[in-house]
């Protein structure tokens, strides 16, 4: 069990958390050296120290301030994801902070539309595999398919492939649906009467059935 469990450290790993995460059985540390600082020295000297212990580091890519309004630092960062392994990094995380807050709530400087989510996420995870086949990426979207094809949606997500489509073709009104709550809660009634009808009927999974209720 321990070795799918770590801590999260922040921008580095002391000796004494890296000794504490050992003692506990745990195999992961993941740090988040970001982007704009200078030099991946300490990210260096943090994965040789967890080696050291027998601990792998999750490296998760970021950019100093958190703000995605640099078309230059986004374009920057596969390269940097490569010098972070590089440095001696485990496995790469890409994208975990890109969006804090639901799409329609965004703020205008740390959050991305889907799209460019998934241009950066996937250009970062092709860059690392390029240069290190073997190292795992995990990135913050997943891929669905529909009629038109297949895109890559966040994995925060709890909307699907269409609504994205229509958040990027059809934002004509400027009204947003969590303008009305009622609306919304009217939404979720149907979609928890048509799991619970499903799973009556036999052709839905009843555990599938009892998370969508759930949520």
């Not at 580091?57 to 309004?69: C, E, F, R, S, T």
């Amino acid at each position: 069990r321990g070795a799918r469990l770590g801590i999260s450290a922040g921008p580095f790993a002391s000796i004494q958390l890296l000794d504490g995460v050992a003692a506990l059985g745990f195999m992961w540390v993941r740090v988040s050296e970001e982007y704009g600082w200078n030099g991946l020295d300490r990210l260096k000297a943090t994965c040789d120290a967890a080696h050291a212990r027998g601990l792998k580091v999750v490296q998760a890519v970021q950019i100093a301030g958190h703000k995605y309004d640099d078309p230059a630092k986004n374009a920057a960062l596969p390269q940097f994801a490569v010098q972070c392994v590089d440095a001696g990094a485990d496995l790469i995380e890409v994208g975990n902070e890109f969006n804090h807050t639901p799409f329609w709530q965004a703020p205008p400087v740390t959050t991305m539309p889907p799209a460019a989510q998934a241009v950066i996420s996937i250009a970062v995870a092709k860059a690392v595999k390029a240069a290190h086949p073997s190292t795992p990426v995990i990135t913050n979207v997943r891929r669905e398919h529909d009629s038109l094809g297949e895109r890559d949606v966040p994995n925060h997500a709890y909307y699907g492939v269409q609504t994205i489509r229509a958040v990027e073709n059809f934002p004509f009104s400027g009204i947003h649906v969590s303008h009305y709550e009622h609306f919304v809660r009217a939404l979720a009634c149907v979609k928890k009467a048509a799991a619970q009808a499903n799973a009556e009927l036999g052709v839905l999974d009843r555990k599938i059935a009892d998370a969508i209720c759930k949520a």
